[in-house]
């Protein structure tokens, strides 16, 4: 019997420290050894001329999530982890959404049962909290943290989702007790909703206005905001896509003060900006997003907040509706106005490309923070390292084989979600993972899956680093 059962051989092995030519075995799904000139395998991988990174973790998607009525998302769970391992990642964190008067519980029996048996690469749910009930915050969520459920979402914005400070201040508090980590979409929900009426008073309803309708400042102010209920509750936060300059260094200034706050940024503010939803008719409604997409000098920012480590980790927010469908982006409502345009935009497997290709190739950063932002960080963050996120023995056999050399345009037919177009259609791009393994099986190869589909598992988490679990808040 071989002593392993595949030895990846060749390659430059790239972790979030450390970068050298070796190469890696591969056992029952865990990474089991290091070193040059490794022999006595089933499978040899030539990687010569190869980078061998960790598989990606993506800590921000939504996939088949309840959208409104009439509107229904594009992805499954089978589609969307599909798009995942073709652009290098092998293990995606979507949100489980807690419906108003629905148990999480219940939700989560919803959305485990969508997933099992369908996935292409592993998930891990993240909780949304839209209804905090004194059920939800006394008894669910103290046993699902301690069930492996570890990180939940809270929105500032959004009709049905938006929470008052009172109840964002009551489930921070519970994160407070139990050690869990709080992420948060913030947005001021009444800035924008003066502002989109406003708008629509005077019959400026195209997809560009949605823009107009969400500025800097309703972000910038919500972050702050965000960050001061935190310090009150003394609980670690994490804001999540951030989009620019002014939110981004309320960020800087709450670490700077000692506060654990982190912040993420996702693909869309690298590389595309509020004149993307200016396209004739509703052409736009491809790019509608929140926060929106900015301006060059926002997509600068989002680039030094990732090189000095504002933010830690680099997200896809994949949140994908079908462009020519009446229960996608052209529902008839939205030709109404830009409120009722579906808000998300697809990017799992275009996500880790477009990073290497404008950031690595380009010079913004290295291979080394490539890797942190995009696998390291997340896994540590979000409780699951060292089982994912690095090339180390002991972890799971995670991995993506990149070509660095390889050039192509993006088009949606590279990615393959199920949506029917790519908001980053036409970018060039250098460098592409060619190889990608989940727990030592190969899942996709050459543009082509190749796993069967329920190779991917559920994983139940640890509880953040970042989350220490303190003594209940004295009443």
Known sequence: MALYDTIISGGTVVTASDRILCDVAIKDGKIVALGSGLTGADEVIDATGK?????GVDAHVHIAQPSGEGIVMADDFESGTRSAALGGTTTVMPFCLQEKGQGLRAALKDYHAKADGECHVDVSFHLIISDPTEQVLGQELPALVEDGYTS???FMTYEGLALKDREILDVMSVARDTGALVMVHAENYDAIRFLTEQLEKRGQTAPRFHATSRPIAVEREATHRAISLAELVDVPVMIVHVSNREAMEQIRWAQNKGLTVLGETCTQYLVLTEK???GLGMEGAKYVCSPPPRDTESQEACWEGLRTGVFTIFSSDHCPFRYDDPQGKLTPKGRTSFRWVPNG???VGARLPILFSEGVMKGRIDLERFVAVTATNP?????LYPRKGTIAVGADADIAIWDPTKTQTLTHDLIRDGADYTPYEGIEITGWPV?????????????????QKGLGQHLSRAKSPFAVQRDPVAS
């Open 379 to 383: 896994a540590k963050t979000y409780g």
């Open 435 to 451: 190889h990608t393994l989940l727990r030592g099986k190969t899942v996709a190869r050459d543009g082509e899956v190749v796993g």
């Open 345 to 347: 935009i697809p990017g």
């Open 152 to 154: 939940f979402k809270i």
């Open 51 to 55: 980078l061998v990174l960790p598989g």
């Open 276 to 278: 993307d939803l200016d």
